[in-house]
């Protein structure tokens, strides 16, 4: 299993980004999957979640600002990322749980990306 996240760059604050996480070795269509940030020297994060029948779950520091989406045919997760802050900067790791479960937990998923990094400039 092999989750793959990319899509991540410089970009100045208010502007946008996608990242997309392709996923491979096993379908995910129905199990939650998420994006999680990570600062240098800071805990890893939880930002956004999608359980396996659509709903979503946001940090509340992205709330309106973010939006996560899946599509399944393609065993695809994405994360559009509107009126990005400096704060916003971090490397976002996509993650997937193999229980039909929601978390919005870190240890709850068990498979992880390699993490694309975003950067916010003021």
């Known amino acids: 299993v092999q989750l793959q996240a990319y899509g991540g760059g410089l970009v100045q604050a208010g502007g946008s980004l996608r990242l997309t996480c392709a996923a491979s070795g096993r379908t995910f269509s129905s199990y939650p999957m998420g994006w999680f940030r990570q600062v240098p020297g800071k805990e890893r994060e939880f930002v956004a979640a999608i359980w396996g029948g659509g709903s979503t779950y946001y940090a509340d520091s992205v709330k309106g600002r973010f939006t996560i989406s899946r599509d399944n045919a393609e065993n695809t997760l994405y994360l559009q990322m509107n009126s990005l802050k400096p704060e916003d900067t971090a490397v976002y790791y996509c993650?997937?749980?193999?229980?039909?479960?929601?978390?919005?937990?870190?240890?709850?998923?068990?498979?992880w990306g390699q993490g694309t990094l975003v950067t916010v400039s003021s």
């Open positions: 993650a997937a749980r193999d229980r039909d479960s929601p978390s919005i937990t870190l240890r709850d998923y068990n498979y």
